[in-house]
Every structure is written in C-alpha cells, then in structure tokens.
C-alpha cells in the first residue's frame, strides 16, 4: 500500500469516527427529548458521561457514552431538588465491549441513595455507571435471557461502598442499529419501567 493511500484511509477513518460522534449525540439527545417529555428527568442535562484520560490510550478515543435519569414523580431529593430519591436510569452508547455497536438500558438501585448522592452526576463519574455494567471482577452478573434481562451486584460490601452503595443494577443489551426511527425510540420509556420494581430504590 502507497503512502497516499494510507493516507486517505486514515482520513477516511476518522471522517466516519466524527459521523459516528455526530450520530450518536444527535440520538442520546432524541432519546432525552422524548424521555424529558414523558415521565422522566434528565440529571446530566446538555452534558455526556464518558471516560477522558490524557496518559491512557483508550481516554483518547470515547468508546462509550451515558446518560442519567430519574423519574419526575419519585420523592424529591431532600439535599437537591434536582435528583430525586429512587433509581437512577441510564442510556449508554457502546462501541468499544460488542462485536456491534450497542444501545445498553439500565436501571441503577442503590442503598439510601440520600445519604450518597448531594450533587449531579459529574462528567468524572463514568466509572461508576460503566463499571457497574461490564466489569466481572467487580460484579457478579445473572443473564435473565427470557426477560432479556442482566443483573449486576457487587461482589463485595467494599465494592458497594465504592459504587456509593450500589445494591443492584438490572440492564439490557439491544442492537444500536435497530433504533432508526421515531418510533423505535418510543419504546425507550417502556423498556426502562420493565428494568424495576418496587424494591428498587
């Protein structure tokens, strides 16, 4: 291969890396209107959960991309009114732990989640919903495959009080390509309901 060529290829890469980025915004943020217009609120409002780091390699290249919320009608938070005391929803692109790019829907429990959480969930927070979801040292994880269903626990105590005392995360893995309309993204709302229940705090 000709240095010419090589060269366009690496052009040619990152224009669909940037398509790719442009794409996957432009969805997060359909997916937050239509969430924001039904029961839910987002708590990193004009803002995306991703993992950044100027020594690591892979803090370079964003493979994955959360966003959180809550539902409008759980109690108010009492040391902020804009987090509300139940589970923590979240949206997830993923390119970087599949063979295919992939929309990942969660439903985060945690112990007294007033007495862990004052603030918004920062940019730096990553870790904490990523983590929960793909690290099997960590976490044990139950493939519930009738209800198209995972289920995550801490291994450990320790690693709860880590996770700010995360008790469970229940989760699903759906092909990011299958939302391609407006009405593949209705479902949205509905998918995250059937991810509780009434212990889910």
């Not at 759980?74 to 509300?84: G, Q």
């Not at 945690?110 to 920062?122: C, D, Q, T, V």
């Amino acid at each position: 291969m000709s240095n010419k060529e090589t060269e366009e290829n690496i052009m040619n890469a990152f224009e669909i890396v940037e398509k790719t980025y442009h794409n996957s915004l432009k969805l997060l943020n359909e997916i937050e209107n239509k969430l924001t217009n039904s029961e839910f609120i987002s708590i990193t409002p004009n803002k995306y959960l991703r993992y950044r780091s100027d020594v690591d390699f892979y803090g370079i290249l964003i493979k994955s991309l959360i966003k959180l919320f809550q539902k409008q009608n759980d109690p108010v938070h009492i040391k902020n009114e804009n987090l509300r005391n139940g589970p923590i929803y979240g949206i997830e692109i993923n390119f970087g732990n599949y063979t295919v790019p992939k929309l990942i829907l969660s439903s985060y429990s945690f112990n007294n989640i007033e007495a862990n959480f004052s603030y918004l969930p920062s940019l730096a927070e990553h870790w904490l919903y990523f983590n929960s979801t793909h690290n099997k040292d960590s976490f044990e994880f139950v493939n519930y495959s009738d209800l198209n269903q995972i289920i995550s626990t801490p291994k450990t105590a320790k690693i709860s009080k880590t996770y700010y005392s995360l008790k469970k995360v229940t989760f699903t893995e759906l092909d990011l390509l299958n939302f391609t309309s407006s009405e593949d993204l209705e479902t949205i709302s509905e998918i995250l309901n059937n991810l509780t229940t009434e212990n889910d705090v």
